[in-house]
């Protein structure tokens, strides 16, 4: 998966939930992750194998891709003050845990019209 070119994309999980998330590829942003959000649901960061929930209030969810966009695994429920590593993920998306389902079985990434 190479560089996205879009700031926000959509994300649709279990073909029914679109959330919108802020693309973090650079380092700055990636930095600022859960803080980049700002009016979206989530933040996607892009490469990302790591992340941490320190000085957060609310728990989230993390969705762990491959380089191709596929979904690898699942964390529902990463509670503030945590650090979190999947070595086998390129990317990840971090929504707020309670708008994951219990079961995630599938997403589809849209930006503008294309589904990666």
Same mark, same amino acid.
């Given at each position: 998966m190479s560089r996205i070119k879009h700031e926000v994309v959509k994300v649709v999980v279990n073909e029914q939930r679109i959330h919108t998330l802020r693309v973090a590829q650079t380092f700055r942003q990636r930095l600022l992750g859960w803080g980049l959000r700002n009016r979206c649901d989530g933040v996607?960061?892009?490469p990302c194998r790591a992340? !941490?929930?320190i000085g957060m209030c609310e728990p989230i969810g993390l969705l762990w891709l491959d380089k191709n966009g596929q979904l690898q695994h699942v964390d529902n429920l990463i509670v503030p003050n945590r650090v979190i590593r999947y070595g086998a993920a390129y990317s990840v998306i971090e929504l707020? +845990?309670?708008v994951l389902p219990t079961k995630v !079985? +599938?997403?589809k990434l849209v930006t503008q019209g294309c589904v990666t």
């Amino acid at each position: 998966m190479s560089r996205i070119k879009h700031e926000v994309v959509k994300v649709v999980v279990n073909e029914q939930r679109i959330h919108t998330l802020r693309v973090a590829q650079t380092f700055r942003q990636r930095l600022l992750g859960w803080g980049l959000r700002n009016r979206c649901d989530g933040v996607w960061l892009l490469p990302c194998r790591a992340v !941490h929930t320190i000085g957060m209030c609310e728990p989230i969810g993390l969705l762990w891709l491959d380089k191709n966009g596929q979904l690898q695994h699942v964390d529902n429920l990463i509670v503030p003050n945590r650090v979190i590593r999947y070595g086998a993920a390129y990317s990840v998306i971090e929504l707020p +845990s309670a708008v994951l389902p219990t079961k995630v !079985h +599938s997403i589809k990434l849209v930006t503008q019209g294309c589904v990666t």
